[in-house]
């Protein structure tokens, strides 16, 4: 028999299973009723059948027969089963590579949506930095009328002392504080308040541009995020010459407060300030609550000390004041026109006075927050919370 199989008719596979079917191991069955001598003929001269039907014909080789045909029937389950396992696995790739495309479909959905939200979080951001400028510029306004209202309502009286003759543009006016700002601890002693011309008192020095622009804003809301967050057991009241509780401090290491690291810092070494004085290793955040009443005049270091720092050529200690809102002022004494100069400081710049320069805080209608460091010398240290009252004369 030949190597290759040759297929049988479905005529001829039909009767062989009927023949097997039926038990017969004789040729009587041709001449049943399903089939015809002509039937017969056309399949026996067919060329593709004769090998198979000689077999079929011959019942001494139908044994051989069957079983080639059972062969080639295991042969033809193997090669189906074999592409049933092909197109499985290639089913399940497919599918594999669907819900990688699926996933990766995910993944740069998942990213455009955090693109998105990041636009809109910087846009909100922008639009609230511009609102606080807005509204910063707008109360600076409407405290500068308020405080024009508050001087014309209190009796203002000129000193009986004659204007200086050298400097005629500056103006000695008493203010009695009347109302709301009335403090009865405090007398305050005459009050120069220089014009827009620079003027400071003796002392002080004004560094204009420490901060500017987003990053004053920022800086600032930074802050008062950290005043919010602040525990109440950090956020201490200053009670040294202050008449109440609205005036906090928060003490911060100087190299871990980023507006003392990047910007006060570096504007102290750019303009000297550092030059003969230790490098401040804390600061504090100051703020004054609505309602905070002026403080009594005070020294932050001893005078008496500090003046001992000056002999052999040694420099004095010194405070500074970095603005972040409009209001921020200092009232500092002159003792060469013997009262209060009114020192305000913008948003952005940084006040420095010596050691032995009397000062106070000023009162507040809003909240305000600034930054104050401590500029110590060899053999004159600051004592830590500590002021030393001006008794008034």
Known sequence: MASKPSPLTKGARKSRSKCVANGSGGL?????????????SDMMNHQDNKEDMTLFMNPALLDKSLAADVKVE????????????????????ASQQRQAAAQEEEKLLLQMELLTVADAAEAKAQNLREAYEQAAAEAAAAREQAEQAVREAQQVQPVAQPMDAERPE???????????????NYHPKPVIIPLADGWLPRGCKMLHG?????????????????????????????????PDLRRKQLK??????EICRQFMLPALEEAGELAGRLLPT?????QSEPGCKIQRRHYDYTPERVQLCTKGGGRKPASAILALEPG??????????GGDVLVEIPPGSMLIFDGDVAHNGMWYTRSNTRVHLYLDVEGCLREEDTVWLVKHQ
């Open 282 to 286: 804390e600061c504090n955040v100051i």
């Open 74 to 93: 295991d042969t033809t389950i193997a090669a189906a089963a074999a592409q049933a396992q092909i197109a499985a696995l290639q089913a399940a790739l």
């Open 252 to 257: 911060k290491e100087a190299a871990e407060l």
């Open 328 to 337: 921020t002022r200092v009232a500092v004494y002159d003792e060469e026109r």
């Open 28 to 40: 009587k069955w041709m001449s049943t009723t399903q089939w015809d001598r002509k039937d017969w």
């Open 170 to 184: 500056i103006a000695l006016v008493r203010l009695k504080l009347r109302g709301r700002f009335y403090d009865p």
């Open 210 to 242: 420490v901060l500017h622009g987003h990053k004053l804003t920022n800086q600032l809301l930074k802050l008062m995020q950290l005043m919010e967050e602040a525990p109440a057991e950090e956020k201490k009241a200053i009670r040294s010459g202050q």
